[in-house]
């Protein structure tokens, strides 16, 4: 990979690292409930890529189911998740997209899997527990259980993208915005409070981590990061995604004043190990499953 397109990529992951710590910002600190947030992210998308709606794709069913998967309820439990979890948390946690693909892809794609990425899935799950699981009361984190649930969510939509005809990436993004946000804004109104009060209080900062989501992660992320697996071999691309979660934590630090704690740094090292060992390994049936979920959402 040469110069330049390894400064993109690190800055995609950058931008996907920034965007959970933005997003945990939003819907925490400043208290936008997160389904009303997640329903104006996809409205924007929408609305943006309007041009990228046509030609109108033959399978709109399917591209319905994996907007459901990809977009509407997979980001409804990330950004629910993250509401009740600490992002540094959630960046660790939201990898266990590669081995969910992974094991989707053994279960429905005919994937065969030998020991070392066995061994990875393994250690991607026990590096969650060890983040997760609180050893004095023996309880879970509530948030990470959803950011948990919007992982495997968007491994089933992965599956469902391999059973389609292939469009291009803004266009993709463009249908599961258009699929999405309607549903988030109808079971925000039944679930949530005072929804564009608590946006409109956010002022300034509400409004530009919206445009940020938006333009970019959603367009110039995913954009980006479609150009490179167009150019490189997933095989390659895939463990260097792994500095999206290292960014996740860094910046959560920085920004969030998150405490850094022992705990934390050995579910990391663990779960993280795990998943490069997946990573570095080829999936004939699904290459993305390296990648989890960045194909379909854009990564964030």
Not at 14 to 27: D, Y
Not at 49 to 54: K, Q, S
Not at 106 to 129: C, H, N, P, S
Not at 226 to 238: E, F, G, N, R, T
Request: with cysteine; hydrophobic share 60%.
């Amino acid at each position: 990979m040469n110069f330049k397109d390894f400064t993109l990529l690190f800055t995609v992951c950058f931008v996907w690292g920034l965007n959970i710590v933005i997003t945990r910002w939003v819907v925490f600190d400043a208290a936008v409930p997160p389904l009303f947030f997640a329903a104006i992210r996809f409205l924007g998308v929408a609305l943006l890529l309007i041009p990228f709606l046509r030609p109108i794709p033959k399978d709109l069913k399917t591209l319905f189911l994996i907007s459901f998967f990809i977009g509407a309820g997979h980001f409804a439990l990330l950004f629910v998740g993250l509401a009740n979890a600490e992002a540094s948390a959630a960046s660790i946690v939201s990898q266990l997209g590669v081995p969910f693909a992974t094991l989707m892809s053994m279960a429905f794609l005919g994937e065969t899997v030998g020991w070392r990425r066995g061994l990875g899935i393994m250690l991607a799950f026990a590096g969650v527990l060890l983040i997760a699981v609180d050893p004095e009361s023996f309880t879970v984190s509530f948030g990470l259980l959803y950011i948990a649930a919007a992982a495997f969510i968007a491994s089933i939509g992965g599956v469902l993208m391999k059973r389609m005809t292939p469009i291009t990436a803004l266009q993709m993004q463009a249908w599961i915005g258009l699929f999405s946000f309607a549903p988030l804004f109808v079971i925000s109104a039944f679930l949530e409070q005072g929804q564009w009060a608590s946006f409109m209080a956010g002022s300034w900062a509400v409004w530009a981590a919206t445009v940020f989501a938006v333009i970019g992660v959603a367009i110039f992320g995913h954009g980006a990061f479609y150009h490179l697996i167009k150019k490189y071999d997933v095989s390659l691309l895939s463990p260097l995604t792994l500095m999206t979660p290292i960014w996740g934590v860094i910046l959560s630090i920085v920004l969030l004043n998150e405490p850094i704690t022992a705990k934390l740094v050995l579910g990391a090292v663990v779960s993280l190990g795990g998943v490069f060992v997946i990573a570095v390994r080829p999936n004939r049936a699904m290459p993305e499953a390296g990648m989890g979920k960045k194909l379909g959402s854009g990564g964030s």
